[in-house]
């Protein structure tokens, strides 16, 4: 196995990505995939796949949050077929190795009211996978994401490595700032914004 550009791939191998990208994300968190993959390689993004000979078996997009210094996992994602066998910590392992600034992901909120046992479970997997990978939560309770396609927002949980490169409530909010802004194009006056800068805990 190892891990390429996307700019690499195959149509044949872009195929495959998007496949697993459409079945590991919905509707809302997902941007326009030729977009995504087709944007000019830069210094401030990296489109990886981990691949297996011909078969492409994961994605990572990151983009680096220029004025705070640390990149944003936008999206990662491993075949279906092919989780829960070391894969996706071999994958993030790889692409951690190349990474010298920190990482800020998000993750679906496990304690969410509406979901059954099924989907709980998949999210607290989830969660305990990025904690293995020495991610921690962060103090933002009130952390919340607009929907990509649509109107809506969606509460996510914040999680950084290493955490303790935040040195206090004042890089919290710069983060956040950083995430809102230069993540998601909002404004710095935006409500979402406001909310998990309110809801931050030391």
């Known amino acids: 196995?190892?891990?390429?550009?996307?700019?690499?791939?195959?149509?044949?191998?872009?195929?495959?990505?998007?496949?697993?990208?459409?079945?590991?994300?919905?509707?809302?968190?997902?941007?326009?995939?030729?977009?995504?993959?087709?944007?000019?390689?830069?210094?401030?993004f990296r489109q990886l796949a981990l691949t297996d000979d011909d078969t492409v078996l994961g994605l990572a997009l990151l983009s680096l949050l220029?004025?705070?210094?640390?990149?944003?996992?936008?999206?990662f994602a491993v075949l279906a077929q092919q989780r829960n066998h070391g894969i996706g910590t071999f994958f993030w392992d790889t692409i951690r190795q190349q990474l010298v600034e920190p990482v800020v992901l998000e993750i679906e909120d496990v304690e969410a009211p509406e979901l059954?046992?099924?989907r709980r479970r998949l999210r607290q997997?989830?969660?305990?996978?990025?904690?293995?990978?020495?991610?921690?939560?962060?103090s933002v309770a009130n952390y919340q994401v607009p929907w990509l396609t649509g109107s809506g927002?969606?509460?996510?949980?914040?999680?950084?490595?290493?955490?303790?490169?935040?040195?206090?409530?004042?890089?919290?909010?710069?983060?956040?700032?950083?995430?809102?802004?230069?993540?998601?194009?909002?404004?710095?006056?935006?409500?979402?914004?406001?909310?998990?800068?309110?809801?931050t805990t030391t």
Do not use: K, N
């Open 1 to 44: 196995m190892q891990v390429v550009p996307v700019d690499q791939l195959s149509e044949a191998g872009l195929a495959q990505l998007r496949r697993i990208y459409e079945d590991s994300f919905p509707d809302w968190e997902r941007e326009d995939f030729d977009e995504l993959v087709r944007m000019p390689a830069r210094s401030c």
């Open 66 to 75: 220029p004025s705070v210094d640390w990149w944003f996992l936008g999206y």
């Open 116 to 118: 059954d046992v099924a």
């Open 125 to 138: 997997r989830r969660l305990e996978f990025w904690r293995r990978q020495r991610f921690d939560v962060l």
């Open 153 to 199: 927002h969606e509460r996510m949980l914040l999680m950084a490595s290493p955490a303790h490169l935040l040195h206090g409530p004042q890089d919290l909010v710069r983060l956040l700032v950083a995430l809102y802004t230069e993540g998601y194009s909002l404004p710095e006056h935006s409500p979402l914004l406001a909310a998990a800068i309110a809801s």
